[in-house]
C-alpha cells in the first residue's frame, strides 16, 4: 500500500527547540527526517522512526548531493522547517554565513533539484525587529517597520529578505520572542542564577519581557504548516502578555523552594563594558560568549510586548503554557538533573 503519510525535513533539528519539533511530528504522523551537521550531538534525536541527515551547510555540491541522496521522491518533502541558526558567534561574520548564507544555498539546491516544498516554514527571532516603542511600550506587531540593532537580528532580517525575493517558494516566517523549556541553556543560567540566590538584571527603568514555551511555539508551527492563510506571511509567536523581572524572579524562586533571593541591578554602563570583555576574552579562546555587545543591546532593550492576534486569526495559535506552567516544567527538569549530578558525583 503507498504511503500516505505527510513527509518533513527538519533543517536543524539536532538543538533544543529540534528535538520537540521532531517528536511532536512524529506524534502527528509525518514521515519525519532530521537535518544536522556531521558532528551535532542527536542526544534529542534518539526515536528509531527519524530519518538522520547529515548536511554540509558550507558546500553547495555535498547539499545538492545530500537532498537527492535523502529525498523520499524526486519531488522533496511536503514540507520543511528550517530551525538551523546561530545565536551567539565566537566571530561576527559567522552570523551573515550561518544564518543568511545557508539559508540562500539551501533554497537554491532545492529549486535546481525541483524539490521545493508546499511550505517553507522559516525560524527567525523577534530580534530581527529590533527596539520597539521603548518609552510608551506599545506592544512589537506584525507590521513593525525593522530596525535591528544587533549583528544576530541583521542576519536574521537578511535571511527573511532572501526567503521573500523566492516568487516561487511557499514561505512563512516565525519570529519568536524568548523560547524556553527543558534542556534550553540560557535561560537555565537565570534559573542556576536564583536557584544560589542571586538575580541579576540590567537598567533601572522598567522592563517587560515576553516568552514562549518550546510546546507552545511546536505547535504554532504545525499549525502554520497546513493553514493557507499563512502563506507569505510573517507571525510573532509569544505568550500574549509580558513579564516584569521581578514576576519572573518571584515565580522562579518560588518554584525552586527559595524563601530569598538578592536582586541585583547592574548599570547599564557596567553591562556593557562586561560584555565586551567577555566578548574579547570568548574570541581569544576561539569560542562564542554568552555575554557580549549583541547580547548588551538584546539585555537593554525595555520593551518586549507583543501582539500575536495574526496568529491568532490565521491558524487558531492559542498558547496552553503561561510562565508559571512552563517554569514548573522547566524547573523540574533542572532539578532532576541537578539531583541526578549529585547522586553521580558521590559515586
Known amino acids: 500500500m503507498q504511503n500516505m503519510k505527510k513527509t518533513l525535513l527538519i533543517v536543524g533539528a539536532g538543538g533544543f527547540i529540534g528535538g520537540f519539533i521532531a517528536e511532536e511530528a512524529l506524534r502527528r504522523g509525518y514521515d519525519t527526517w532530521a ?8 542526544r534529542w534525536l534518539d526515536n528509531p522512526q527519524l530519518h538522520i541527515v547529515d548536511f554540509d551547510y558550507d558546500d553547495p555540491e555535498a547539499v545538492a548531493a545530500t537532498l537527492r541522496e535523502a529525498a523520499p521522491s524526486p519531488q522533496g518533502w511536503d514540507y520543511i522547517i ?7 558567534c ?9 544564518n543568511f548564507e545557508y539559508v540562500r544555498t539551501f533554497t537554491d539546491e532545492l529549486r535546481r533539484a525541483g524539490m521545493l516544498p508546499a511550505r517553507f516554514l522559516y525560524m527567525s527571532s523577534l530580534s530581527a525587529l529590533g527596539p520597539g516603542d521603548e518609552k510608551g511600550y506599545a506592544p512589537l506587531t506584525s507590521a513593525t517597520v525593522p530596525q535591528p540593532n544587533t549583528r544576530y537580528g541583521l542576519s536574521k532580517i537578511k535571511a527573511e529578505t532572501c526567503l521573500e525575493l523566492q516568487p516561487d517558494l511557499s514561505w512563512t516566517i516565525f519570529r519568536p520572542t524568548g523560547v524556553y523549556g527543558p534542556h534550553e541553556r540560557d535561560y537555565l543560567m537565570m534559573i542556576k542564577s536564583i536557584d544560589a540566590g542571586w538575580d541579576f538584571g540590567v537598567g533601572y527603568r522598567r522592563q517587560m519581557l515576553t516568552f514562549v514555551y518550546v510546546a507552545d511555539l511546536v505547535e504554532a508551527m504545525f499549525k502554520a504548516l ?3 492563510a499563512a502563506l507569505k506571511k510573517k507571525y510573532i ?5 509580558a513579564y516584569s523581572q521581578a514576576e519572573f524572579r518571584s515565580l522562579t524562586a518560588r ?12 548599570p547599564l554602563w557596567a553591562a556593557y563594558v562586561a560584555s565586551t570583555v567577555a566578548e574579547k576574552v570568548a574570541a581569544l579562546q576561539g569560542k562564542p560568549s554568552t555575554l557580549n555587545r549583541d547580547k548588551y543591546k538584546i539585555m537593554r532593550q525595555r520593551n518586549w510586548n507583543c501582539d500575536i492576534s495574526d496568529a491568532r486569526r490565521d491558524f ?4 496552553q503554557w503561561p510562565l508559571e506552567r512552563g517554569l514548573a516544567a522547566t524547573v ?9 549530578a549529585r547522586e553521580s558525583r558521590r559515586r
Open 35 to 42: 537535518g544536522v551537521r556531521a558532528t551535532t550531538s542527536r
Open 82 to 88: 528550517w530551525n538551523l541558526g546561530a545565536t551567539k
Open 90 to 98: 565566537a566571530n561576527f561574520a559567522d552570523f551573515n554565513r550561518i
Open 226 to 228: 497546513e493553514a493557507p
Open 237 to 241: 509567536i509569544s505568550e500574549d502578555r
Open 255 to 266: 518554584l525552586l523552594g527559595k524563601k530569598f533571593v538578592v536582586p541585583v541591578r547592574l
Open 316 to 319: 487558531g495559535f492559542e498558547p
Open 332 to 340: 523540574a527538569e533542572y532539578l532532576k538533573e541537578k539531583k541526578a
